[in-house]
């Protein structure tokens, strides 16, 4: 089973600066496109989405940690039932054009400890796979064996899936070209990154990056950590040579050219195992 991972990142399907919006024109294209893709591919050839929590994830979110400084179960209910439906109204669209797609909540097959994965039940979603059924998960809260609950970002789900299910390529869809020096939508003079090389050590897991970028690492409205947190999660779950592409899935086609080939504007980013 050739499996390929599809990140839709929340600034994609949604409109960040509007609470619980989502870009239904967007969203109605990226299905088709989707459903066009895997009219070209082989019947060996799985699709894993993962979805960002965008408006219904991140405004909850900040809230609860302004307000509290921490997640308790009032938080996970909250949050938890809002990026379920999230989840749903995704799952039912690319249902009613036509895609066997069907949404699983990642807080009950994730268990965290100190924000990382550390127990994962995936039998439901290998068992989709071998049927033709394209799982969506999603960005969520979840249990944390250390801090109660914590947020589990759409981002690790996709690192720690690529690396379990051996991925062929890892696609993540977000709202820019790819990596840039700088955040592209503030500093003009920013270019964007060509390729990323990760080296990690399988003896001792130590890895190194090849570029820094400025930007939002960790941005203040971004509870899930940005643009880098990307690179630093296949970093952090990486137990095998990985190759991931970062570009922008609001320009026409891309996700298709992505999913049959690869996008044309990205950061290609590799995980090289040492
Ligand atoms: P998504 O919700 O699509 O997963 P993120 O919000 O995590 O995406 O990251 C994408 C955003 O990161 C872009 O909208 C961009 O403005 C911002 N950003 C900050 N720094 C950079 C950078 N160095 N390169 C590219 N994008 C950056």
């Known amino acids: ?44 050839t799985k699709l894993i989405i993962v979805h960002g929590g965008g408006s219904f994830g991140h405004p909850l979110a900040s809230k609860f940690k302004r307000i509290k400084g921490y997640y308790d179960s009032e938080a996970f209910i909250a949050i938890r039932e809002n990026m379920n439906t999230l989840a749903s109204i995704i799952s039912l669209l690319l249902s009613c054009l036509g895609l066997k797609a069907s949404h699983f909540q990642s807080s009950s097959l994730f268990i965290l400890n100190k924000g990382r994965i550390v127990k994962a039940f ?37 690192a720690y899936l690529a690396n ?40 001792d897991g ?15 409205m971004d509870v899930t950590g940005g643009i880098y947190r990307k690179i630093l999660d296949l970093a952090q779950y990486a137990r095998r040579d990985l190759i991931a592409y970062i570009f922008n899935g609001l320009i026409e086609g891309n ?20």
């Open 164 to 203: 379990y299910y051996n991925a062929i390529k890892i696609l993540y869809a977000t709202d820019v070209d790819g990596v840039y020096t700088d955040n592209p939508k503030v500093n003009p003079l920013a270019k964007r990154i060509e390729r990323i090389i990760i080296v990690k050590s399988s003896i």
């Open 1 to 44: 089973m050739n499996v390929i991972v599809l990140k839709l990142g929340g600034s994609v399907i949604t409109d960040k600066n509007v609470e619980n919006s989502i870009k239904w024109g967007v969203l109605k294209r990226i299905g088709n496109e989707i459903k066009s893709a895997l009219q070209h591919l082989s019947g060996n």
């Open 122 to 158: 995936l039998d439901p979603i290998t068992y989709s796979l071998e049927n033709d059924i394209i799982p969506i998960l999603y960005g969520d809260i979840a249990v944390d064996l250390s801090r109660g609950y914590d947020i589990l970002s759409g981002d690790s789900i996709v």
């Open 255 to 274: 996700i298709f050219r992505a999913i049959i080939n690869k996008p044309e504007e990205c950061t290609v980013v590799e995980v090289k195992m040492r």
């Open 206 to 220: 130590k890895y190194t990056i090849s570029t820094r970028v400025k930007g939002d690492i960790i941005p203040h």
